[in-house]
């Protein structure tokens, strides 16, 4: 069991409930932001539609417009995809981190990703200097950082972006007010399935993907080398 990783996802968890409104931790908010508009480009191309734009701004909003073939299954597919898709971004970059000691790979996927979405998808200026930026400082952060400090904030992003989508859930979702434009009430309009339960059902498959993924990592054999220049 790997209880330096446990440690490192509780420590990355209580710091980013404390430093929840600190502005130190906006530009993550934003990165969160950007994999949940992600989510929805990619089930959009699942089902075989077409991403126009990808959009996110200051407050922390965001927004993805596409085109594909309308059907219930779809809508379901493409509206929970965002939600879902931030935990699962999360979930992915946790089990990295724990195969990986270098971290050097992960920082520069996380780089092509953003990069790709600036180029392919983003049309107005906020987004692609965000995006652009944040391409550069996961790069340097890949490039420059020593190897314990990559470990640990690839830790902390992937803790931050499931935290990030469960609080989404509990803040935007799981209300009895009127709709707020989300996803879920997006769903609740086209299923007449209340959004509270599709907040609710987001919600708990959320956390069982966390728990699988600690589950498995916590199981899982020492992390190896990836992305380091010798191996041992």
């Not at 931030?86 to 990986?100: D, K, Q």
Request: net charge positive; glycine share 8%; with cysteine.
């Amino acid at each position: 069991m790997d209880r330096k990783l446990l440690a490192a996802f509780l420590a990355s968890a209580a710091v980013g409930v404390l430093l929840w409104h600190n502005p130190a931790v906006y530009p993550l908010k934003l990165l969160v932001v950007l994999m949940h508009e992600s989510g929805h480009a990619f089930a959009t191309m699942l089902v075989g539609g077409h991403v126009q734009s990808i959009s996110v701004s200051a407050d922390e909003g965001g927004l993805t417009t596409s085109l594909y073939v309308p059907s219930l299954l779809h809508r379901v597919i493409v509206s929970s995809a965002g939600y879902v898709g931030s935990v699962v971004s999360g979930c992915v970059l946790l089990f990295v981190a724990s195969r990986s000691s270098a971290a050097r790979i992960p920082f520069a996927a996380l780089a092509g990703w953003t990069l790709v979405v600036a180029l392919l998808w983003v049309r107005d200026p906020f987004t692609l200097a965000f995006t652009l930026g944040m391409t550069l400082v996961l790069l340097v952060c890949g490039r420059f950082l020593p190897q314990l400090a990559r470990r640990a904030v690839l830790v902390f992003i992937a803790t931050f972006s499931a935290l990030y989508a469960l609080f989404d859930i509990r803040d935007d979702l799981l209300h009895f007010g009127p709709a707020r434009g989300s996803d879920a009430d997006s769903l609740a309009q086209a299923t007449l399935i209340p959004a509270i339960v599709w907040g609710l059902a987001w919600g708990v498959l959320s956390l069982l993907l966390i728990w699988f993924t600690l589950r498995t990592v916590l199981r899982a054999p020492a992390p190896v080398a990836l992305g380091s220049s010798s191996v041992k």
